[in-house]
């Protein structure tokens, strides 16, 4: 079973940048990191899709974070990567990876704060 381990949160000022890690244990047939993706979970919201890979090495990103981000990935090192810039304080949440759709337990994620 994929067991995501989420790092790299913290709080940044607003305009700052953070570059979240999830390393990935385990494999099975749910294993693909061009199946991986990272979620975010705001106080009070429901947990959202923000970037991700599909097959073929093309990436998706939502809305909220699309020109300010970037999903990368080491293959080697089952480990994949989301750069942020240009941070604002309603990016706050606690960030997720996992396959896409879910299908790996969720992890504890990584807190992100961004103070205005």
């Known amino acids: 079973q994929v067991r995501p381990v989420e790092s790299g949160g913290g709080l940044v000022q607003a305009g700052g940048s953070l570059r979240l890690s999830c390393a990935f244990s385990?494999?099975?047939?749910?294993?693909?990191?061009?199946?991986m993706g990272w979620y975010r979970q705001a106080p009070g919201k429901q947990r959202e899709l923000v970037a991700r890979?599909?097959?073929?090495?093309?990436?998706y990103y939502g809305d909220s974070v699309k020109g300010r981000s970037n999903i990368s990935r080491d293959n080697a090192r089952n480990t994949v990567y989301l750069q942020m810039n240009s941070l604002k304080p309603e990016d706050t949440a606690v960030y997720y990876c996992?396959?896409?759709?879910?299908?790996?337990?969720w992890g504890q994620g990584t807190q992100v704060t961004v103070s205005s």
């Open positions: 996992n396959t896409v759709p879910p299908k790996a337990s």
């Open positions: 385990g494999s099975g047939s749910i294993f693909s990191i061009n199946a």
């Open positions: 890979f599909f097959s073929g090495g093309s990436t």
